[in-house]
T-cell receptor, first 113, second 111 residues
C-alpha cells in the first residue's frame, strides 16, 4: 500500500517557466512533509519542508503548498533552470518521536534550455 | 568537512556471500538510516538506529543486518538470505525534524 504517491513519473518544462511537481498521500497521520532532489548516482539532498500547521513554505525559487483536506502537496519551482533537472522525491512523516520517512517514487524533472 | 561517507561506491556479490556496506558520518547525528532504491521506485527503509547500540527494523529488513557500536558508524550487511540484493543502497543521518542527509550511495550487483 503506497502511502505517498507521485503520479507523474516525469515532467518537462522550458527554462524560465514554472515547474509544478505534485504529491498525494493517504495516511492522515502524516504531519510533516519534505521534498528531496536527487541527481543520478548521488544521494538525495534536502530541498524544503512543511509542517501540517502551515499551508505554504517558501525558500528562494522553491515553494511548497499543502492542502490537508485534499491530502495533496505540490512543489513549485520558479523560474526553472536547467540545473534543476533531477528526480524529485516527496516524503512524509508522523510527528513526535517517529523517525521514519515514507517516500514517493519520484518525478523526473527535465528543464530544457 | 562534515558529511556522510559510504563505501565502496560499487560492490559485487557472489552467490551465497555476505557483503558489508560501510556508512560513516562526522555530523554528530544520533539517528542513522539505511534505504534501498530500485529503478523507478522510491526509497524503502531497511533499518534505522536512533542511538548507539540500538536499531530497529524498517519496512524491508529481511536478509539484512546492521550494527551500531559507535555513533559515527552504521554498517549494513547484505546476507545470503537476501535473494534479490541488486539495488542502490543509501545511508542517511538525521539532523532535526526528519531532515535526513544522505551519502552518495553504494551500487550493489550480483555476479
Amino acid at each position: 500500500d503506497q502511502q505517498v504517491k507521485q503520479n507523474s513519473p516525469s515532467l518537462s518544462v522550458q527554462e524560465g517557466r514554472i515547474s509544478i511537481l505534485n504529491c498525494d498521500y493517504t495516511n492522515s497521520m502524516f504531519d510533516y512533509f519534505l521534498w528531496y532532489k536527487k541527481y543520478p548516482a548521488e544521494g538525495p539532498t534536502f530541498l524544503i519542508s512543511i509542517s501540517s500547521i502551515k499551508d505554504k513554505n517558501e525558500d528562494g525559487r522553491f515553494t511548497v503548498f499543502l492542502n490537508k483536506s485534499a491530502k495533496h502537496l505540490s512543489l513549485h519551482i520558479v523560474p526553472s533552470q536547467p540545473g534543476d533537472s533531477a528526480v524529485y522525491f516527496c516524503a512524509a512523516s508522523v510527528g513526535g518521536s517517529n523517525y521514519k520517512l515514507t517516500f514517493g517514487k519520484g518525478t523526473l524533472l527535465t528543464v530544457n534550455p | 568537512d562534515g558529511g556522510i561517507t559510504q563505501s565502496p561506491k560499487y560492490l559485487f556479490r557472489k552467490e551465497g556471500q555476505n557483503v558489508t556496506l560501510s556508512c560513516e558520518q562526522n555530523l554528530n547525528h544520533d539517528a542513522m538510516y539505511w534505504y534501498r532504491q530500485d529503478p523507478g521506485q522510491g526509497l524503502r527503509l531497511i533499518y534505522y538506529s536512533q542511538i548507539v547500540n540500538d536499531f530497529q527494523k524498517g519496512d524491508i529488513a529481511e536478509g539484512y543486518s546492521v550494527s551500531r557500536e559507535k555513533k559515527e558508524s552504521f554498517p549494513l550487511t547484505v546476507t545470503s538470505a537476501q535473494k534479490n540484493p541488486t539495488a542502490f543502497y543509501l545511508c542517511a543521518s538525521e539532523a532535526a525534524k526528519n531532515i535526513q542527509y544522505f551519502g552518495a550511495g553504494t551500487r550493489l550487483s550480483v555476479l
